[in-house]
């Protein structure tokens, strides 16, 4: 009998010995494939976030500190130092801007980061965005923060809500903005996501842009060709964020008036 048992428990942890072996070679293959199918930034772009501060990984353009923050959440596998150029640009116009860096470049890791920026740095007036996926995270960050009077306004770079980030009780500016050559978005869902946002919901199109161009890191598959260069959309997002802060919010003084479309 004691034979027996002590077989069954040899055998088990054989079992379980393998399990985890299998378990740890999935895991692997998963983090370097993630590694190996992430998009990093142009030289442009990376040389262009050598002027920003590093905090716990996050890229930090410094601004006005009176001026509203801003804090974005990175498009799925695309390197945080992508974005630079338009977050350098509206780092010149006052805004700090955070650019959040997330494990293996997916906010689905660490959606709730944004918090531990607001709370580190004490920032008391902020908007959040995103690009693509983590226009997703965005949403959801904010529907869970739309009684927070410190939250200004939400922004979708070629992204939309979910229901779990339904905004359509936020009583501040929403700005979506997308390109016209986007092969990536999803359109139909894009369409249905509009009942999870409000009335007042500012809609943008870059003429001629498309998903890979929110960013600097070069052409992501399935993507279409832009009709535009990659330096001219970063501009028209710089515009289209500077103008909508400016209407939304926050500085009234600064008001400008809104432009639609780019």
Not at 101 to 120: C, G, H, M, Q, R
Not at 126 to 139: A, D, E, F, P, Q
Not at 176 to 196: C, E, F, M, R
């Amino acid at each position: 009998m004691e034979n027996e048992v002590r077989m069954k428990k040899s055998k088990l942890k054989k079992i379980l010995g393998f399990s985890g072996v299998v378990i740890l070679i999935i895991a692997t293959f998963i983090f370097f494939y993630l590694k190996t199918n992430s998009y990093h930034p142009t030289s442009e772009a990376l040389k262009i976030s050598q002027k920003a501060e590093v905090q716990n990984d996050t890229l930090v353009f410094k601004g006005n500190p009176k001026k509203t923050s801003i804090i974005f959440y990175q498009g799925a596998l695309v390197d945080n130092k992508s974005y630079s150029i338009w977050a350098n640009k509206l780092a010149k116009a006052g805004y700090t801007v955070y650019l959040i860096k997330e494990p293996l470049n997916l906010a689905v890791f660490n959606p709730d980061k944004a918090s531990s920026i607001i709370k580190t740095n004490k920032i008391n007036n902020y908007v959040v965005g995103g690009h693509s996926l983590g226009g997703v995270i965005t949403s959801r960050f904010a529907e869970k923060r739309i009684s927070d009077s410190s939250l200004k306004g939400v922004f979708f770079l070629a992204s939309y809500p979910d229901k779990k980030g339904s905004l359509t009780n936020f009583n501040g500016g929403i700005l979506s903005i997308v390109g016209s050559q986007d092969g990536v978005l999803n359109w139909s869902s894009y369409q249905k996501a509009k009942q999870y946002l409000t009335q007042q919901t500012k809609y943008i199109t870059i003429e001629g842009g498309n998903h890979s161009g929110f960013g600097s890191y070069g052409f992501q598959k399935g993507d279409k060709k832009a009709s535009i260069s990659n330096l001219q959309q970063q501009e028209a997002i710089f515009q289209t964020l500077k103008n909508w802060l400016r209407v939304c919010l926050l500085y009234t003084s600064d008001a400008a008036d809104e432009e639609d479309s780019v």
